[in-house]
């Protein structure tokens, strides 16, 4: 069976949910800041930041088109992934990339976060790995009112499959802009993680993607 979806509904990262951290390539060690039914939770100090990365590491029990499908899947992404307001495609440029455009819903006396992404999905024909970049596009729509514009965002799934499972890393590169309270910030970078990757769990396994395949994929 080929799992098809409409344009509209084509598309999303798991950027979303985690947007109020942020990540290096260079600095700190890796530091387990929470580990839950399996799941990881790394955090890292960033050099001139007060906010820090996070890292999450997990496996779930799912095939790579699963996995995909519900990541393609944009208006579902409110169903799983923490703090979701909503999240739209704006543009389909392939099965494979698009850009899509999300606002997080973020606790008073914070202002919502909304940003776009340009996400582009690539599986390694020998090792199967698949990776998913999210690349930041701010100016791609006029910002909305009362909503804080991110100005810089950058995500990536590496997703590894072995037998029934899939081990994922996501890391995220993020800059919130505005002002943001320590206890929202350690709220996203903790409980956020944690609750997104439980409910993918249970996503990935929804009839809907159960029999999911992809032209540009291979389970």
């Not at 202002?111 to 100016?139: A, C, W, Y």
């Not at 995220?172 to 956020?192: C, E, Q």
């Not at 993680?193 to 291979?218: C, D, G, I, M």
Request: glycine share 4%.
């Amino acid at each position: 069976m080929v799992f098809t979806i409409a344009p509209e509904r084509i598309g999303r990262a798991l950027t979303i949910g985690f947007l109020l951290v942020s990540i290096s390539l260079a600095g700190q060690s890796w530091e387990l800041k929470n580990e839950e039914a399996g799941i990881k939770v790394y955090t890292r100090t960033v050099q001139k930041s007060h906010i820090k990365a996070i890292k999450v590491e997990c496996t779930i029990e799912a095939t790579l088109s699963q996995l995909t499908a519900v990541l393609l899947d944009i208006p579902a992404s409110d169903e799983w992934v923490y703090a979701t307001k909503f999240c739209r495609v704006q543009k389909t440029i392939s099965s494979s990339e698009l850009i899509y455009h999300s606002e997080i819903d973020v606790p008073w006396p914070a202002n919502n976060r909304d940003f776009i992404v340009r996400m582009k999905l690539k599986q390694d024909s020998i090792t199967k790995k698949l990776t998913v970049d999210g690349e930041n596009l701010p100016h791609y729509l006029n910002e909305q009112e009362d909503v804080v514009r991110i100005m810089h965002t950058e995500s990536n799934w590496t997703v590894t499959p072995r037998n029934k499972y899939l081990d994922i890393v996501f890391t995220l590169h993020v800059h919130p802009g505005g002002s943001i309270p320590a206890w929202l910030v350690n709220l996203f970078a903790t409980r956020g993680p944690l609750e997104t990757f439980r409910n993918l769990r249970s996503q990935v396994n929804k009839p809907e993607y159960k029999e999911a395949s992809f032209s540009f994929l291979v389970d």
